[in-house]
């Protein structure tokens, strides 16, 4: 089955700095690529997505890349702020699967 | 609310107990999902139905777990004769029809088996 790893575990940035976050997985066959972020007590949220057939993915301060070849998938925050402060989860899932694997999370602190 | 949503909250329940979740999906959504998250971990597949019918399961779901969706609506995931490492956060999922689109989570249900 699929595997999803997930680096770093923890991550500091100075507010103002940005911060990546990078997920690689185990299956060829794997075609969708979510991110969601969790803040402490709530559900986690999708806050991005790609697809396959698309390399790079921007919404306002945040992006996703993906590289099919070497199985990598990262998330880029440019000008964290406060906010941004919660456990981030990278996934991964293919039409047939169905269901989402996650990576292990990365706790992203902001500082003010 | 129109999201998802999930009761109890919360659940302490002595070991060997059964208990009894509820998810109540986005109303068009066909897909259903539930999750089990530990502390420090992502979530982890359980178990997903389209509509009434249950598709897969998890490897993890032991047989003390059964789940359902008798009428392809809410779904109820239950817990026979608990275990201390029952004890986790369980979340339920709902997408539209296909499974490269969002998935939407509820709070989730938090067990606590002591």
């Known amino acids: 089955g699929e595997n999803v790893e997930q680096h770093p575990s923890t991550l500091s940035v100075q507010e103002g700095d940005s911060a990546v976050i990078k997920c690689t997985y185990s299956d060829s066959a794997s075609n969708y690529f979510p991110w969601y972020k969790q803040e402490l007590g709530k559900r986690p949220q999708l806050i991005i997505d790609?697809?396959?057939?698309?390399g790079e993915k921007k919404d306002q301060r945040i992006a996703v890349t993906l590289n099919k070849t070497a199985k990598h998938f990262s998330l880029h925050i440019t000008e964290t702020q406060p906010e941004d402060s919660a456990v981030y989860f990278c996934?991964?899932?293919?039409?047939?699967?169905?269901?989402?694997?996650f990576g292990t999370g990365t706790r992203l602190t902001i500082i003010p | 609310d129109t999201g998802v949503s999930q009761d109890p909250r919360h659940k302490i329940t002595k070991r060997g107990q059964n208990v009894t979740f509820r998810c109540d999906p986005i109303s068009e959504h066909n897909r259903l999902y539930w999750y089990r998250q530990t502390l420090g971990q992502g979530p982890e597949f359980l178990t997903y139905?389209?509509?009434?019918?249950?598709?897969?399961k998890s490897r993890l779901l032991s047989d003390r777990f059964s789940a359902e969706r008798p009428k392809g609506s809410f779904s109820t995931l239950e817990i026979q004769r608990t275990e201390q490492g029952d004890s986790a956060m369980y979340l339920c999922a709902s997408s539209p029809w296909g499974g490269d689109t969002e998935a939407f989570f509820g709070q989730g249900t938090r067990l606590t088996v002591v």
């Open positions: 139905f389209q509509n009434e019918a249950q598709l897969e």
């Open positions: 996934a991964a899932s293919d039409f047939g699967n169905e269901k989402l694997t």
């Open positions: 790609i697809r396959s057939n698309v």
